[in-house]
Nanobody
Framework: EAQLVESGGGLVQPGGSLRLSCAAS????????MSWFRRAPGKGLEWVSG????????QYVDSVKGRFTISRDNAKNTLWLQMDTLKPEDTAVYYC????????????????????WGQGTQVTVSS
C-alpha cells in the first residue's frame, strides 16, 4: 500500500524558513511525478509545486516562485519542500501527493490526478 508521511511543519516568523519532508513507502518512488499542495484556512486545496521523476523539471505556483524549492532523493524515497522568506499568506496545511500513473512527464495541478496523499503538516507564519 502506497503511503506518504509529511513532517517539518511548525510556527515560524515572517521571513523565516522551514523545510518540509515527505517520506514515501509502498511504491516505486522514482517512477512517479510528485507534488506539494496546501490548504489555507477557509480555502480550497492549492497546488504549490511539482517535480519530475528524475528532478530535471520543477514547477511552482507564481506566489512561491523564488522562495520555495522542491527536491527529491529517489534513493531515500523522500520529497522535500524548502520554504524561505515565508509570509503570513503561506500559512496552511501542506500535503505531498503522488501522481496516479508512472512515468508522467508533464505538470498536473488537478487534485483528481493524484491517488495518494499524506496526512498533512501545519505551517503557521506569524509574529
Amino acid at each position: 500500500e502506497a503511503q506518504l508521511v509529511e513532517s517539518g511543519g511548525g510556527l515560524v516568523q515572517p521571513g523565516g524558513s522551514l523545510r518540509l519532508s515527505c517520506a514515501a513507502s509502498g511504491f516505486t518512488f522514482r517512477y512517479y511525478y510528485m507534488s506539494w499542495f496546501r490548504r489555507a484556512p477557509g480555502k480550497g486545496l492549492e497546488w504549490v509545486s511539482g517535480i519530475s521523476t528524475g528532478s530535471s523539471t520543477t514547477q511552482y505556483v507564481d506566489s512561491v516562485k523564488g522562495r520555495f524549492t522542491i527536491s527529491r532523493d529517489n534513493a531515500k524515497n523522500t520529497l522535500w519542500l524548502q520554504m524561505d522568506t515565508l509570509k503570513p499568506e503561506d500559512t496552511a496545511v501542506y500535503y505531498c501527493a503522488k501522481y496516479k500513473t508512472r512515468y508522467y512527464t508533464d505538470t498536473s495541478y488537478d487534485i483528481k490526478d493524484y491517488d495518494t496523499w499524506g496526512q498533512g503538516t501545519q505551517v503557521t507564519v506569524s509574529s
